[in-house]
């Protein structure tokens, strides 16, 4: 009988085979600023509130299957018309997944520009539809007319476009996504998932575009541990798109928790400010820095370069501050830094100034 190994080397497809799974560092002990968390707690009365509805809830019962009351508060908070809702995931990765599945007919593209989230291209591979990355400007930007050119070749099903994108941070002009929605024959996907931090946002064009979804997810804002996503759109869209999804995909606790902190949005998107607050200051900080280029950001974290970025990323950790590293071409010597609280970003400013003077950067 064959081994495990050579059996699975045989059965499991190539490109399979060749991926590397998405990796997550340990961080306990550290100083946490590599995932883009948000870092504040929650008062004592809204954890109480939370605590109350966890211990009441019938976690031996399925939950709704179609979540319809959050449904319904996510909704209202959009103002959303008749006409549109949402679909909610567990996160947005789901959501990735079921686009994909549902349009990935034989020799369907998912498009979408480089560097930005890798799930795009990791989803695209998982159910084996073709992808196609155009590259952004060196200064991460969109290059506009390449885009449009791989968008009338390529003619995409799908195109994904991060808004503001990840890991650069940017929010490409809403005239030129603009021009991508209305050059694409099939569905543009805008992916806000920082929208609390970002100066603008596309729901409010949803009626304007018929091949236009936004997708969003409440992990940034405060709820990364309910893993909670939804796009918003049109009916025709979201009632196929239900077909896709699995069942109870939404668990009875992240349904009840997320429809109380909906409730307490206001709070959320107060401590959304100070994080906006605190990123300017992070950004002069690292701005002041001879050795450092950083790039501006509308999201809840700052992509900088500098030389020897791997050496630095082990210079924080030693000093106990986990920080994000970039591999690929476009991301040469780049760090990610998530913005904390002023105290922890202080602690980062502090630990990236030893460590340059260490490496005689500084």
């Not at 990791?122 to 952004?136: E, H, K, N, Q, S």
Request: glycine share 6%; net charge negative; charged share 20%.
């Amino acid at each position: 009988m064959p081994s495990a190994s050579s059996l699975a080397s045989r059965l499991l497809r190539r490109e399979i085979l060749d991926l590397h799974a998405y990796h997550v560092p340990d961080c306990a002990g550290y100083i946490k600023l590599d995932a883009m968390e948000n870092p504040y707690v929650l008062p004592v009365e809204v954890r109480s509130e939370i605590a109350e509805a966890v211990a009441s809830a019938e976690i031996n019962r399925y939950p709704d299957p179609s979540a319809a009351s959050l449904k319904q508060a996510i909704s209202n908070l959009l103002n959303l018309p008749e006409d549109m809702g949402v679909l909610l995931g567990n996160g947005s990765d789901e959501l990735i997944q079921v686009l994909a599945m549902a349009l990935n007919k034989p020799g369907a593209t998912l498009l979408s520009v480089e560097p930005s989230f890798v799930m795009y291209r990791m989803i695209a591979t998982f159910i084996g539809m073709r992808y196609v990355g155009v590259p952004l400007a060196s200064d991460y930007t969109l290059d506009l007319p390449v885009t449009l050119e791989a968008i009338a070749r390529e003619k995409p099903a799908l195109i994904f476009l991060a808004y503001p994108n990840n890991p650069s941070g940017n929010l490409y002009p809403a005239e030129q996504v603009e021009q991508i929605i209305q050059a694409a024959e099939g569905l543009v996907v805008i992916d806000e998932a920082y929208y609390a931090f970002a100066s603008d946002s596309f729901i409010s064009r949803l009626a304007l575009y018929p091949n236009l979804l936004v997708m969003r997810t409440f992990s940034k804002l405060g709820m990364a541990g309910l893993r909670l996503g939804f796009l918003a759109g049109s009916n025709a869209w979201l009632e196929q798109l239900e077909k896709l999804r699995l069942p109870y995909n939404v668990g009875v606790l992240p349904q009840r928790v997320a429809g109380i902190l909906l409730q307490h949005h206001e709070l959320l998107l107060r401590q959304a400010e100070q994080i906006k607050v605190d990123r300017a200051w992070l950004y002069h900080e690292l701005s002041e820095i001879a050795a450092v280029r950083v790039y501006p950001s509308e999201a809840n974290f700052l992509l900088f370069r500098v030389a020897q970025a791997a050496e630095i990323y082990a210079g924080l950790k030693q000093r106990g501050v986990l920080i994000k590293i970039l591999t690929g071409a476009q991301l040469k010597d780049c760090l990610r830094v998530t913005v904390g609280t002023p105290e922890e970003c202080a602690k980062f400013i502090a630990a990236l100034h030893e460590t340059l003077t260490q490496l005689s950067l500084g």
